[in-house]
C-alpha cells in the first residue's frame, strides 16, 4: 500500500466518494491512514485525458484538473491515420479524410502528395474541441473524477511518502481567478498543461524554445469548400514563414488558415497575411469565425521527470519539427506515463520513486521517439531555411518513392526502412536538387541586386 504513512488533506479539498462521485459534505480535517496511490493529472487535452484514462484503467484513483473543459484548443486537427485504432477514436469524430496533400514552393511550384496511398488511406481532420470532450468523457467513464479549475502551484512533500498538494482555482471560467480556492493531495502528478504549463514552472523543468502559431477559421461558400473536399495545402517560402510553413486544412464547414515562425514572431501577422495572399483565389469571399493563436514547443524540457511530477505532451515539449505535429505525441506520452505510474506503484499498491518514472516512461519515450525528432529537426533545418532549401523539398515531394516513405512514416509513426538502391537514388536527387536550386536561387538574387542598383 501506498499509505504506511498518513496523510492531511486540506479542509477545502474536493473531496469525493469513488462509488458515487458526490462530494462528501464534511471532510475537515480528514486523515487517511491506509489508501491506495493517488493520482492527480493537470490540464485534460489529449495528452492530459489519455494518461488520466491509462490511470483509471489501472485502478489508480484519479483526478483531471482542467481550467477549461468546454474550451478548444487552437489546432491544425490533422492526426495520424494510426491513432484512430490506437486510441480508439470513432470515425464520428472526424470531419475529413484528407487523400492530397498538396506543398506549394515559392514560385508555386507543388507537389501532390497522395498519388503513394493505398485504397483506405487518408490524413483524418478534425476539431480539436470535439477530440478533447470525447477524450475526457471517455476518461471519465473510466471513473476519473473531472474537477474544473486552475492549477496555480504546488507544494512539494516533505517526505519521500508524503503527498504533494496541488492548489488550484475551483471554476469553469478560463483563467478566472474568482472561482474557489481549493487544495487536493496527491502522490503522483502528470502535468499535461500545454506549452505555457504551469507546471513545468513548479517543479522548474527548465525552458524552451518554441514557436508562435497563429491560425484564422474561415468558414467558405459550398462552391469553394468542395475544392478542399478532400484536400490540404501546406505553403512554404519567405513570403508565409522564414522557418516553418502556412496551411490550409479542411474541417467540417470551413478551412484552418495559419501559419507559425519561431525566429519572427513579431511578425506573425504578415506571414498571416502572406498566407491569406498566396490562397486569395480559393479562399476569397470567406467568412472569418475564429482567431487563435498558441505557442508550439520546439524541443523538449531539459527535465521532464522530477520526483514524483512527470511532464507529457505540449508540456513537456513533444512537438516534431518540420510538420508541427503534437496530438498524436501528446496522447501517446499521456498514455506512456499513465500506464507506467500503473506498473511501478502495482495498480496503486505501493509509492513509486522518480526513478521509476524515468526508467517506464522517459526513457522508454526517448527510445522510442528520440531519433524520429531528431530527424525532422534535420529535415526542417535543410529545408525551411531558404527559398532554394524550399523549391528542392516541393521537387522531391514530387518523386513516388518519397511519398511513400513520407507517407508511411506519417500514417503509422515508424521510422520506414526503405530499399538501398531507392535510398541511394534518393539522396543523390536530395543532393542534385539542393545543389542546382541553391546555385539559381543565387543567380536570381545576383540578378535582383543589380536590376535594384540600375533603378
Ligand atoms: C495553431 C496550431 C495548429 C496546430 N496544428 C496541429 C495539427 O494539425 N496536428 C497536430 O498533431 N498538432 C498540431 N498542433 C500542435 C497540437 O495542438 C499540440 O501539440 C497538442 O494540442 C498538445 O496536446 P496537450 O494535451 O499536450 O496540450 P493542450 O492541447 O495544449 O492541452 C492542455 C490542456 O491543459 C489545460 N490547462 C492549461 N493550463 C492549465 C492550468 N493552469 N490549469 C488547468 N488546466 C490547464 C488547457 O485548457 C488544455 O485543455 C498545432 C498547434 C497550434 C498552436
Redesign the pocket.
Known amino acids: 500500500m501506498a499509505a504506511a504513512t498518513t496523510h492531511l488533506l486540506s479542509p477545502s479539498a474536493p473531496l469525493r466518494s469513488p462509488s458515487t462521485k458526490k462530494p462528501i459534505r464534511k471532510p475537515i480535517p480528514l486523515i487517511i491512514t491506509a489508501r491506495k496511490l493517488r493520482a492527480a493529472v493537470?490540464?485534460?487535452?489529449?495528452?492530459?485525458a489519455s494518461a488520466a484514462e491509462a490511470l483509471a484503467l489501472g485502478g489508480i484513483e484519479t483526478y483531471m484538473?482542467?481550467?477549461?473543459p468546454s474550451?478548444a484548443?487552437?489546432?491544425?486537427?490533422?492526426?495520424p491515420l494510426c491513432m484512430l485504432d490506437e486510441f480508439s477514436l470513432p470515425e464520428s469524430l472526424i470531419d475529413r479524410r484528407v487523400t492530397r496533400m498538396r506543398i506549394i514552393s515559392p514560385s508555386n511550384l507543388s507537389a501532390d502528395f497522395g498519388t503513394a496511398l493505398l485504397p483506405g488511406q487518408h490524413i483524418p481532420m478534425l476539431r480539436?474541441e470535439v477530440l478533447?470532450s470525447f477524450l475526457r468523457s471517455r476518461a471519465e467513464s473510466h471513473g476519473v473524477h473531472l474537477l474544473p479549475?486552475?492549477?496555480?502551484s504546488l507544494t512539494p512533500p516533505s517526505s519521500p511518502h508524503d503527498p504533494y498538494l496541488i492548489h488550484?482555482i475551483a471554476s469553469s471560467d478560463?483563467n478566472s481567478l474568482l472561482g474557489k480556492p481549493q487544495t487536493l493531495a496527491a502522490d503522483v502528478i502528470i502535468g499535461?498543461?500545454?506549452?505555457?504549463?504551469?507546471v513545468a514552472k513548479s517543479i522548474d523543468a527548465g525552458s524552451y524554445s518554441y514557436a508562435i502559431?497563429?491560425?484564422e477559421r474561415i468558414r467558405l461558400p459550398d462552391a469553394q469548400m468542395q475544392h478542399y473536399a478532400d484536400l490540404a495545402e501546406m505553403y512554404i517560402g519567405e513570403d508565409v514563414s522564414p522557418d516553418f510553413y502556412a496551411w490550409v486544412?479542411p474541417k467540417c464547414d470551413h478551412v484552418a488558415v495559419?501559419t507559425?515562425t519561431v525566429s519572427s514572431k513579431q511578425q506573425i501577422k504578415k506571414y498571416q497575411m502572406g498566407i491569406r495572399r498566396r490562397a486569395k483565389p480559393k479562399i476569397e469571399g470567406g467568412e472569418v469565425i475564429k482567431v487563435?493563436?498558441?505557442?508550439?514547443p520546439e524541443h523538449p524540457r531539459p527535465r521532464r521527470v522530477v520526483g514524483r511530477v512527470a511532464l507529457?505532451?505540449?508540456?513537456a515539449g513533444?512537438?516534431t519539427k518540420c510538420s508541427?505535429?503534437?496530438?498524436?505525441?501528446?496522447a501517446k506520452s499521456?498514455r506512456m506515463c499513465g500506464e507506467a505510474v500503473v506498473r511501478a506503484s502495482e495498480g496503486g499498491e505501493r509509492m513509486v520513486s522518480e526513478e521509476e518514472l524515468k526508467a517506464g516512461y522517459l526513457r522508454r519515450w526517448d527510445r522510442e521517439y528520440g531519433v524520429m525528432f531528431r530527424f525532422l529537426d534535420v529535415l526542417q533545418r535543410v529545408f525551411y531555411g531558404s527559398n532554394w532549401g524550399r523549391e528542392a523539398l516541393v521537387e522531391l515531394c514530387g518523386d513516388e518513392y518519397v511519398q511513400k516513405r513520407t507517407f508511411e512514416s506519417y500514417l503509422y509513426k515508424r521510422m520506414v526502412m526503405g530499399d538501398w538502391m531507392g535510398d541511394l537514388r534518393l539522396g543523390w536527387r536530395t543532393f542534385e536538387s539542393l545543389g542546382r536550386n541553391m546555385i539559381v536561387g543565387r543567380e536570381l538574387q545576383r540578378l535582383k541586386n543589380v536590376l535594384a542598383s540600375l533603378e
Not at 42 to 48: D, L, M, V
Not at 73 to 79: E, F, H, S, V
Not at 292 to 296: K, Q, R
Not at 324 to 330: K, L, R, S
Open positions: 493537470i490540464g485534460g487535452g489529449p495528452a492530459g484538473i482542467e481550467r477549461s474550451g484548443k487552437p489546432c491544425g486537427g490533422a492526426i480539436r478533447d479549475g486552475l492549477f496555480t488550484y478560463p499535461a498543461d500545454g506549452a505555457n504549463s504551469r502559431a497563429f491560425q486544412f495559419g507559425g487563435e493563436a498558441h505557442p508550439i507529457v505532451g505540449d508540456a513533444y512537438v508541427g505535429e503534437g496530438i498524436y505525441f501528446a499521456g
